[in-house]
Structure formats: C-alpha cells, structure tokens
C-alpha cells in the first residue's frame, strides 16, 4: 500500500469535524492530519502540516472559510474541498465565490443525524490529492483584457462570426475560467454559447446565478427545447445529457454517463459537431479525465474550429490534454485570453497557428 493521502479537516461543529474524520477513516488510503474549528487555524495548520487536501467549512468565527481560503492558496497553494449548506438558502456568490478564490470543489453538508454514511467524502477528497495547484492570489495582476473584452473603453462592434455556436466542455477548475471569460465578453457577442460544466449537482444553480451577475450575456441554466440565441449561454443542468439535435434547439435528455458524467462535453460537442459542421467552435476547458476530447475530434473532422486551455494555466490538463493526445486542438489559449480570443474570431481575425 502507498503513502495515505494526509487531509486536513476544518469545521467549527464539533460534531461535523467528528462525522467528517470518521467518514474519512473509513478509506485506509486517507489519514486525517489534524482538524480546525475556524479559518485562523486552518492557515496556520496548513503551514505547519501541509497537507495534501483540506475540508472547509464555509462559515465559522474568527476567520470564515472564503477569507481562509483565499490566504492559503496565496501562501500554501492546498487542493481545498469546500463543505457548505444548502446553496438554494445561500446567494449564488457566497459559495461560488469560493472556487474564484481557488477551493477546487464543492459538496453539501449531510444532516447531521444521516450518519458518516451520509459523508461520502473519501472519492472526492482522494481526486483531489492529485491535483497539481498552484499560487492563487486575488486581485493579483493578471493579463489585461484584450481590445473590446473589458474595460473602460467603449468596444469596438463585433459582427461577421463565422461560427453558429460556441460549445463548451469544463471541469475541476473550469467554473474560475468562465467566469473570467464570460465577464469579459461584450453584449453583442454574436454567437449562443452552450457548456458542460462538472459540478456537484446541488451547486449547479448556484454557479449559473453567479456567472450571470458577472456577464453581460444572458446565463442561465438550459431547458429542454430552449432556443440557441446570440449573446445566451445555457450551462447543461444536473442529471440531464444536454444535445443540439439540429440547429438552433437545445434537448436535454436523461441516459447513461458518457465519459463518465451526465452532463457529458462529449455529447454535446458531437451533437454540435453534427448540426453545426464547420461553423462549430469547440473549447475544451481544464478538468480531469477525457470528457470532451471525442467531441472535439468530432468538431475538428467537421470543419469547425477547436481551441483548448494551455497546459500551464490548467488546473488540471487532463481534459484538454486527452484533446491534444487525439490532434483534436488546432489552438492552445491561455486561461485568461480565451474571452480575448473569441473576440478575435467573430471579427473574422486569426489566431497565431500553431500550438
């Protein structure tokens, strides 16, 4: 047996740290480190112990976890497990504000009297442990927005995109990334833009309420027949295939997973591959796994255009590397360009070639 996977639990209920460690030492490849009842000790722990994943609670005293978040990953970058309440009695923000500040992954809390059983925890947690993170400091300098992205300056028009739908594969990571690029997309976007994004099911409201009041675009999460309009992006729901059965519709369509995930990006990028042809534009966003990387290679046998994450903004390159793997890319954009990106080719621009 290798090295067990050190976690570090923070929780300010007493009984939550207890069902948390429990659930944990079920797994014999998980051994829990230390625990913290607030987010001052959870920073200093996580100095002293380093541990491979982190639990957190989200709100506690002294620090609450966002605050504590935001502190470890600029100090000791830690895959974080975010542990909160149910988001539907939340503001999409005070979760989802969690993964901007660089937590990896959400879950809700178990009522406390389902059991440990109710904590299925160890999966997750030992996904995580795998994830390479790096330095995350809010606020930092970042790449500026490119020309008619963002800004102060009034964007130039953007007409004449030659592509009919934007479809979109994303998981660990990916919600960060979306965020950033459809805040910086103008209004008058010209395509619909359609995503699967990976996320624990409870949550998915959440994140499309917090990428909409980030957006100028219309985001909300899709409905079965809902029609494919410019500036709208529809995110899949939970527990649903989402496909483009012809031009201009969305289905939504429960099934068995594909890739492993229902939301699969594979079964969206194909059904856009096969309505769209080579007006289809596929990106493949960071994440684990290989989801989407068979829909892009349909895109590109298609004639569409396939653009993919770069390696070194990826939280994890799985996804868009399983894409490469296929000669399914003709781009590779860094993270923070891909708004930029998108811009340049509904005004008919080219991006550099070459990957």
């Known amino acids: 047996m290798g090295k067990k996977v050190s976690v570090l ?9 207890q069902l948390i460690c429990e659930a944990l030492g079920r797994d014999p ?32 005293p002294v620090m609450d976890g966002l605050t504590a978040v935001e502190h470890i990953m600029a100090e000791v970058p830690t895959p974080i497990l975010m542990l909160t309440a149910d988001p539907r009695q939340q503001a999409p923000e005070l979760t989802c504000r969690a993964l901007e500040l660089g937590a990896l992954a959400l879950q809700i809390k178990p009522a406390i009297d389902a059991g440990t059983e109710a904590w299925n ?11 390479r993170v790096i330095r995350h400091i809010h606020n930092s300098k970042r790449r500026p927005p490119l020309p008619g992205t963002g800004g102060t300056a009034a964007p130039a028009p953007v007409v004449g995109m ?11 990571g990916g919600p960060q990334v979306l965020f950033r690029m459809l805040s910086e997309l103008p209004a008058d976007f010209p395509s619909p833009i359609v995503i699967v994004q990976h996320i624990n099911a409870a949550f998915s409201e959440s994140l499309a309420g917090w990428l909409a009041n980030s957006s100028k675009l219309k985001v909300r999460l899709a409905t079965d027949g809902e029609q494919l309009l410019p500036g709208n992006v529809l995110i899949a729901p939970p527990g649903q295939h989402m496909s483009i059965p012809f031009r201009g519709r969305v289905a939504l369509r429960p099934g068995v997973e594909r890739d492993g995930h229902m939301p699969s990006g594979t079964v969206l990028l194909e059904s856009a591959a096969k309505a769209y042809g080579r007006r289809t ?7 684990m796994g290989e989801d989407g990387a068979d829909g892009m290679l349909a895109i590109k046998q298609a004639g569409g255009l396939t653009l993919a994450q770069n390696e070194e903004s990826c939280v994890v390159f799985g996804m868009p590397g399983a894409s490469v793997a296929r000669k399914a890319v003709d781009h590779l954009v860094h993270g923070d360009d891909i708004a930029g990106a998108l811009v340049r080719l509904a005004r008919g621009e080219s991006l550099a070639a070459g990957r």
Do not use: F, W
């Open 9 to 17: 639990v923070v929780d300010d209920s007493h009984i939550c740290r």
């Open 29 to 60: 490849d998980l051994e829990v480190v230390g625990t913290c009842a607030n987010g001052k000790e959870a920073l200093e722990a996580a100095r002293e112990l380093r541990p491979q994943v982190i639990t957190m609670d989200v709100e506690m």
């Open 121 to 131: 925890l160890s999966r997750e947690v030992k996904l995580l442990s795998s994830v």
């Open 162 to 172: 030659p592509y009919g739908v934007v479809a979109v594969a994303s998981s660990t």
């Open 281 to 287: 534009l596929g990106l493949i966003l960071t994440g």
